[in-house]
């Protein structure tokens, strides 16, 4: 499902802010590569990104699904001087394609790279998250987020990427779509849970705003 019509999705990226060479380069080098390169996050949420991270000013960032690293590039460029981004991936195979781009970017000795299940790894992480993005396995979507809570405070703000998925949240849903039940649930569960304000903003597929109270 398109939210918007080609034409306007064009217009909004054309008048909103360039994208950097760099992630032009990773855009072309992913499309080339990587299985399913329509799953990089792009220039205009890209950007969406970046300018929220900028507001935020965070210390600490927490992402979960690196996949080629362009979102990471893009919360990145928010980072206080002496901040980290700590991103989970758990297909070892893009470690060298987010790594090069990592530190072309001048963000090499900001970001920390982590491989394999994020459940087990965010536990064992012993710092407190300014911002979290969430963008991996969408049946494990409340799981993440209950993880995630345990290492954030007051004022940190929580992304939780493709909340949308393409309007199928809408849709009549056959029990076999797994994905899709998850994310129905998951958005439920947000716009009802007291220890966070909720919006649902109808970028790209759907990115939710989550701030912990």
């Known amino acids: 499902m398109h939210f918007l019509s080609p034409v306007l999705e064009k217009y909004i990226s ?13 855009t072309r080098e992913t499309h080339l590569k990587v299985v399913q390169p329509r799953m990089i996050t792009g220039h205009y949420q ?7 991270s900028k507001i ?22 928010g980072l206080q001087s002496d901040g980290k981004l700590h991103t989970i991936e758990v297909n070892e195979e893009l470690h060298r ?14 970001i920390v790279q982590h491989t394999g299940d994020a459940l087990h790894i965010v536990p064992q992480l012993e710092l407190c998250f300014d911002l979290v993005f969430i963008d991996a396995h969408k049946v494990d979507y409340d799981a993440y987020f209950e993880a995630v809570m345990q290492k954030t405070k007051s004022g940190s703000i929580i992304l939780s990427d493709n909340v ?26 947000l716009s009802n849970d007291s220890r966070v ?9 759907g990115l939710t705003l989550s701030r912990v109270k």
């Open 46 to 52: 890209g950007r969406v990104l970046s300018l929220l």
């Open 14 to 26: 054309d008048h909103s802010q360039a994208e950097p060479g760099l992630l032009t380069e990773l």
């Open 97 to 110: 394609i987010q790594r090069t781009y990592f530190d072309r970017s001048g963000f090499g000795t900001q």
């Open 56 to 77: 935020i000013r965070p210390k600490y960032i927490l992402e979960i699904g690196t996949y080629t690293g362009y979102s990471a590039l893009c919360l990145a460029e």
């Open 164 to 189: 949308l998925w393409s309007g199928k949240v809408v849709e009549q849903v056959p029990e076999s779509d797994k994905a899709t039940m998850a994310l129905i649930e998951f958005n439920k569960k």
């Open 197 to 205: 304000e909720t919006v649902i903003l109808p970028i790209r597929d």
